[in-house]
């Protein structure tokens, strides 16, 4: 499945088979790029795990039911009855963005070759993949080959145009051959978006405290209480909610601290003692960071020069 139907028949010319390079011999040096192949094998695996944990769940028949919706203007398209035959629930409603949605963060803009020629052409179509890529966490643009689109157009000009929203703005592009197999995947993608919807929330209420106990929520109201009575009297005071947070901040400051040439995490600790936070660093004077303790002279005028000096 390539881009063949992108090419009139005007401008198909004849494969030149490319001349065959020899094979650079065992331990001579290569110009090409060294390929990841562990990451790659990883990746294969969890594509392999994925698809056999749906296939063992559709012959089990434990497959949960797919929830799509699709945009008002997919009401008249094959794709709608496609989608409800292979068992899925599909809802219509009207969506500023994109054609067809799996969940919050799936939102998917579909285009046949015709609709993706036209849309190149008059430059809509990326306006609409950064509106897709700005609205959802997993966008998606997903390209119907079918028979063609009767219109001319450079080959160079798709190639460009999706090397553009694949690289560029980091959406994938799904290619289908028509609105059935369209619709195979998009069931296939909806339950497999169910699946990890439902692990999330599962992983979600087994960290979340269990409330189930009056007490506890009796202890989580009265901390509640105590802070906002804290923030209402402008109280400078140590309340149960406001003692998660130091630790972590102070770890933070630290950690910028410590990036500075001849600090390190040892004399970014110091300094945080002797100044209180970062802005207090920020804001010590030359004498002050010299007789800061544990610090040293060197690291005090390095300090000093990079905040103050550039």
Known sequence: MGLDQFITP????????PPIESVP???SEQSGPVLDGKAHRERE??????????ITAMQAGT???????LDHREANSSLAPYLKSMGAHVAFKHLTSGDIRLSERVLIERKT??????????????HQCRRLNAAALRPLLLVEIGDGHGQA??????????????????MPVMMTKNPEETARFLVA?????????????FESLQRAP??????????????????????????????????????????????????IDGVGPTRAAALIDAFGNIAGVFAASKEALLGAKNIGATTAMSVYRILHEG
Do not use: C, F
């Open 63 to 69: 497959v949960p039911k797919a929830s799509i919706i």
């Open 189 to 201: 993608a909806a339950r497999r978006e169910h699946d990890v919807m439902e692990r999330w929330a």
């Open 10 to 17: 005007a401008e198909q010319k004849p494969a030149k088979t």
């Open 153 to 170: 157009v450079h080959p160079d000009a798709v190639h460009g145009a999706l090397a553009y929203i694949s690289l560029d703005l980091g």
């Open 113 to 126: 070759a015709r609709d993706l020629v036209s849309s190149l052409s008059d430059g809509r179509l990326l």
């Open 45 to 54: 695996q969890l594509a392999a795990a994925a698809a056999a944990a749906s």
């Open 210 to 259: 269990n409330l189930d106990d009056e007490r506890a929520i009796e202890r989580a109201t009265s901390a509640a209480a105590a802070e906002i009575k804290a923030i209402e009297l402008g109280e400078d005071a140590t309340t149960p909610l406001g003692q998660r947070w130091p630790s972590h901040a102070k770890e933070e400051q630290t950690a910028v601290l410590a990036s």
């Open 25 to 27: 011999a065992s331990g």
